[in-house]
């Protein structure tokens, strides 16, 4: 495996980027989760507006819909400000036309200082630019001041695209820095907000921090952060999703055998009057199912006194 944040490059400085605390952290890491998607947009644009008169950022979202709704919202906001915005994706917006032309371009922007209002721009992007494309920096004030600010919208299906994600940042031998904010109605938290119980944060009157959890296990044991959690979270997710369309291409493959088999055996006289037969009925009546089961399948096989090694003649 590719060691993280490929180190082993000679004679470089790596720093891993630093997850963002918040004012009312003392300086501990935090993750921000809110109830609904405009709470989380509204503190999303509260940080970008916050940290891009300092460093570049670049926001990752979950999805081309929702990288589209941020940069109208932080636009609205901004108003004549706007300028410092831009949207990098795969497609142009509303096409399926590659707007490769364009990327280089707004990739090298995404680093560089707007002179005129001394402030940087604020990349948003996608899945697709939260890997592969290479946000150079190169001004020491923005190493000074934490460098290229990232804020992720989601947590990934794999936490090799998280390293993907987090790794836009930090590049070379330069700092790095990346906020988590996410919304309790997506997965992985989605059903499994109750875990977050054991990451929550008070000030120091003891009040509870509202939609503010700690990074790190009470412990301080580093396999037990709330990011790792999550991102297990995500791979039990994604091995039911695996799990599930193994059964469904095996079913697949059975229901096509079957219909194979039955119109050797049953070959329709008329097509327009089809299903005439109380045969054809009856198949009809399986492939209409929104759910089929095996015993349900092993059941038509036996019906019509079919194998599924029978041999069909090619056509």
Same mark, same amino acid.
């Given at each position: 495996?590719? #060691?993280?944040f490929?180190?082993t490059?000679?004679?470089? *400085? ?9 004012a ?7 993750v921000?989760v ?8 509204k503190?999303?644009?509260d940080i970008?507006m916050?940290?891009h008169r300092?460093?570049p950022v670049?926001?990752?979202a979950?999805?081309?819909e929702?990288a589209?709704e941020l ?6 906001r ?6 410092c915005?831009?949207l990098l994706?795969?497609?142009k917006v ?6 490769? $032309?364009?990327? *280089?371009?707004i990739v090298?922007?995404?680093t ?7 402030q940087f721009?604020?990349t948003i992007?996608d ?7 290479d946000f ?7 190493n ?10 989601s947590? #990934?299906?794999?936490?090799r695209?998280w390293?993907q994600w987090?790794?836009?940042?930090a590049r070379?031998?330069?700092n ?6 996410l919304?309790?109605?997506?997965? #992985?938290?989605?059903g ?5 119980? $054991? ?6 009157q003891?009040?509870?921090? #509202?939609n503010t959890?700690?990074e790190?296990?009470?412990d301080r044991d ?6 790792k959690?999550?991102?297990?979270l995500?791979?039990e997710?994604?091995?039911?999703k695996l799990v599930k369309a193994?059964k469904?291409?095996?079913t697949?493959?059975r229901l ?9 055996n049953?070959p329709?006289m008329n097509?327009s009057?089809?299903?005439a037969?109380e ?5 009809r009546?399986l492939?209409c199912?929104?759910y089929?089961s095996?015993?349900q399948?092993?059941g038509?096989f ?6 599924e090694? $029978?041999q069909?003649a090619d056509?």
């Open positions: 495996d590719t #060691p993280p490929l180190n490059c000679k004679n470089a *400085r790596k720093v891993p980027p630093k997850l963002m605390d918040d009312m952290c003392r300086n501990t890491p935090c921000h809110y109830d609904n998607a405009d709470a989380q947009h503190k999303l644009l970008c916050k940290m300092d460093v670049l926001v990752i979950k999805s081309t929702e589209v940069e109208a919202k932080l636009r609205a901004l108003g004549n400000d706007a300028n915005i831009q994706l795969e497609y509303g096409t399926m036309t590659l707007d490769k $032309d364009n990327w *280089r371009g090298r922007r995404a560089t200082r707007l002179r005129k209002e001394d721009r604020i992007t899945p697709f630019g939260g890997r592969g494309h150079d920096v190169h001004d020491d004030e923005v000074v001041k934490g460098g290229l600010a990232v804020i992720v919208t947590i #990934p299906a794999s936490e695209e390293i987090i790794g836009r940042t070379k031998d330069n790095g820095q990346y906020a988590v904010v919304c309790s109605q997506d997965s #992985p938290l989605s499994a907000t109750e875990l977050l119980s $054991d990451y929550t944060m008070r000030d120091v003891g009040v509870l921090i #509202p959890y700690r790190e296990w009470r580093d396999t037990k952060g709330l990011i959690k999550l991102l297990a995500r791979d997710d994604q091995n039911v193994g469904d291409i095996t697949g493959r096509n055998r079957l219909s194979d088999l039955f119109y050797k049953y329709s097509e009057t089809w299903p037969t045969e054809e009925v009856e198949l009546s492939l199912n929104s089929i095996p015993r399948i092993d038509a036996t019906k019509f006194n079919f194998t090694y $029978d069909v056509s």
